[in-house]
């Protein structure tokens, strides 16, 4: 997966802890092509989850950044353009969004982008 970051390129990361809006607003600040969100709405209940995966999807669409979500979760990456499950540290499947695998994968990541040249 080539995520074609140039040198000296700003990329935004939001961990486990950064699921607050200030981390988030400071994220977006620095005004990143790419946000890397690792396990960002994995301690949060439902309706919180839900309003992250929003702010982030508004952002994506808004800022035309592409959004790199790390995540266990099979229904937060049912949202995404595209899935990569990853096993044993190495890419195990790369299916469709529909036909994403049905048992727990070690990680799934996605990503979203608007395919946009605006950057």
């Known amino acids: 997966m080539d995520l074609d970051v140039a040198p ?7 961990g486990v802890s950064g699921t607050g ?16 969100c690792d396990e960002s709405t994995s301690a949060l ?3 919180t989850e839900r309003d992250v995966l929003t702010v982030l999807e508004k952002a994506r669409r808004d800022l035309g950044l592409a959004v790199l979500l790390i995540t266990h979760s099979l229904d937060v990456a049912a949202g995404a353009d595209r ?8 890419i195990a499947a790369t299916p469709d969004v529909q036909g ?9 990541a996605w990503m979203r ?3 946009k040249e605006s950057r």
């Open 8 to 14: 000296g390129e700003c990329v935004a990361m939001l």
């Open 21 to 36: 809006k200030t981390t988030l607003a400071r994220a977006l600040a620095a005004g990143p092509r790419i946000l890397v």
């Open 45 to 47: 209940d439902s309706d």
């Open 83 to 90: 899935v990569v499950t990853v096993a044993d540290s190495r």
């Open 100 to 108: 994403a695998p049905s048992p727990p994968p070690s990680h799934l």
């Open 113 to 115: 982008h608007d395919h």
